[in-house]
């Protein structure tokens, strides 16, 4: 997204000059006619060069600008730690959002009313549409960068990483298999997407009002909390799920701590601390996501009756 934003910055400053000198270059003939013309605000009379100092400094500006950008987007692709930072940063927004879908979900445990409102507030609205776009640009970033420090790291260690040796201590099984537990991770996230958001917010851009399930049942959109009873009814489903919260767990057991130490807490006290922070979000996501899974599927073995 980044990338994406000083790439329109500087095709947007660079119109932005070519119009403004085209327009210093046109009033100054007309006003060596005699013309009074007026142009951002500056009404030209006698001295038109004025104008055209000001546009040889924007373009002065323009050029810092373009420089100085241009050396961020070549720290942030080419640089180690510029790859990091990107992976750090995006990495926590992710897990921002995980904390709150989680959230999202106890509360249709307590009230499936509650969890209906909430679903009808984001649904198909342009606010809710544009968050999805810019999550899944995030995560595209976040897995584009993982693959390129993995290419990176396989490239430094060179033939040594045929070799047959133990896990060095210290160094946890996730931070050696980020990657493949990252990958595991999106895999799943197409299996959620196919079964919740393109039947619901997807479904309401295309202008559905009911979707039918594989069971024949007829729901709304906007109907959340039954989406949820029908998917974690089945046993296949809940499992690869369980198996996903795994996965997640593993992720960010690593994740959190090594991001916070990207971003600057690398003494030895404050990144003991991230990983038992790290290790308590973890569980505190993995539990809560699990949880919720395992009371709705209990709930349909009793037929609601215990719930």
Known sequence: MFILFSAGFAYLARRVYSYMY??????????NEGANIGIIFITLKSNPEDFLSVCVYCRKFYLYLQYIFNLILMWLIHSSIGRKLVMSISGIVLLLFLLFHLSMNIAAV?????????????GANWYA??????????????FFYAGMITIQNRKARGNDRYAVKTRPKGVSWASQNMFVIGAVICGFMVLHFSQFWY???????????????????????????????YYFSRLWVVVAYLAWY???WFHLTHGIWSAMQTLGWNNQVWLNRWKLIGNIVAAFLFSGFAFVTLFFYFCNLCSGNCC
């Open 129 to 142: 549409v544009v968050a999805t776009v810019v999550l899944i640009g995030i995560i595209v970033l976040h």
């Open 110 to 122: 307590f009230s499936a009313e509650a969890y209906n409102t909430i679903c009808s507030l984001l």
């Open 22 to 31: 085209v327009c210093c270059v046109a009033s100054i003939k007309q006003v």
């Open 246 to 248: 795994t996965a997640l």
């Open 199 to 229: 039947k619901m917010m997807f479904a309401e851009l295309m202008g559905h009002h009911d979707v039918i399930l594989c069971d024949g049942t007829v729901v709304s959109p906007q109907d959340g909390a039954a989406f949820i009873r």
